[in-house]
Structures are given as C-alpha cells and as structure tokens.
C-alpha cells in the first residue's frame, strides 16, 4: 500500500511541476543561491509578476 501511496504522491509532484505549480518554490531556492541582498517576493507578489510578465510577453501555451 505504501509503495501506491509513493507512487501517487511522486505523479503528484511530477504534474505539478509540468504545471508550474513549484515555480515559487524554483525562485526561492535560485534567490537564495544568487544570494542578493533584497528580500524575495512573497508568494502573492511573485504569482502576480508572474502572470503580468506572460500577459505582456505572450509565447505560447494552452489558455
């Protein structure tokens, strides 16, 4: 039984990553390793340039 639960939560994380749901998680760990000297985005603030950045450059993808 433990090995399907692994199973799933391993397809979990895979799809969450095509997704880009751990993009947040991406840019900590790189602004940690850049090692500025600002404080990082918050989470809010990070999705909203996010989504502001593909709104204004537009490549493509699905919606």
Known sequence: M??????FRGFARYLGGVMGADAYTKYLEHHAAAGQGIPPLTEREFWRDH???QDSNPQSRCC
Do not use: K, S
């Not at 433990?2 to 199973?7: E, Y």
């Open 2 to 7: 433990n090995a399907v639960i692994d199973g």
């Open 51 to 53: 989504t502001d950045r």
